[in-house]
């Protein structure tokens, strides 16, 4: 009787050993397995707008120089390129993020997509808002260039799609107006209340109110881990020559 429990112990023993071994190992997916690709957003075409930033906006970048901004890469000096009011990605230098810290806030920026049309899908017009350095809101080249919905500018990364696409044509200005709640978290760690976005691209409403399920990853499914009510955010150097211009926020 004895050793008959006790085998049957060991079975256990041995049973789970595997199954934490089994849980253990790091399951790989590949990008593509995160991708949705129907539905695509339809096409709106936006009205003619301009915005310039209110009496309460903090000015990141005002088209004179990048002192509001640090390179991710050395810690340094913003390397992107500044001539004539607009901010160029200056690719191989990194991604580039605010020296200010932010929690709720609303950040506008303009972003123009190359007027020399190159590549496709991920590849034409790539850059990126990170907020708090982690969250991306897409900046892409989406006018008429298919990609997966859930990739395609004023998508939040990986997760929603635009409901529509309000995309202007290369070249032409973009606007973003962007409206964020920080995620909060306990003394654990555990998320109280994931992140909020809405994000209005061109005057056109795209993201209303979208829970973010984690930080934004090209691989796997997206799990937040507790960080800093206050985070910079980044602009991407995804190697494209993506504009942008007239940049501020305001905390919220
Ligand atoms: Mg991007």
Do not use: C
């Amino acid at each position: 009787m004895k050793s008959k429990s006790f085998s049957l112990a060991m079975v256990f023993a041995i049973g789970f050993m595997a199954f934490a071994q089994a849980q253990q190992k790091e399951i790989k997916l590949p990008p593509e397995a995160t991708e949705f690709w129907e539905p695509e957003p339809r096409v709106v075409t936006p009205g003619a707008e301009n915005h310039l930033p209110p009496s309460d906006a903090i000015i990141i970048f005002d088209g004179k120089n990048l002192d509001n901004f640090k390179s991710l890469k050395t810690g340094g000096a913003a390397e992107w390129t500044v001539a004539d009011g607009i901010l160029t990605v200056k690719p191989g230098t990194g991604d580039i993020l605010t020296k200010e810290a932010f929690g709720d806030v609303q950040i506008h920026l303009e972003f123009s997509a190359p007027t020399e049309i190159k590549g496709q899908s991920q590849g034409r017009g790539n850059s990126g808002l990170l907020i708090m350095e982690r969250y991306e809101v897409q900046v892409l080249d989406s006018y008429e260039n298919r990609t997966y919905s859930n990739g395609q500018a004023a998508s939040i990364y990986k997760q929603y799609p635009p409901l529509v696409n309000a995309m202007r044509k290369p070249g032409e200005w973009n606007t973003y107006d962007v409206f964020f709640t920080a995620p909060r978290f306990n003394a654990d760690g555990m998320v109280i209340s994931p992140a909020k976005v809405t994000v209005i691209h061109n005057g056109v409403l795209v993201q209303n109110a979208r829970e973010i399920k984690g930080p934004t990853e090209y691989i796997g499914i997206p799990n937040y881990k507790a960080h800093d009510a206050e985070l910079p955010f980044k602009l991407q150097d995804h190697g494209d020559l993506v504009k942008f211009r007239n940049i501020w926020v305001r905390k919220l």
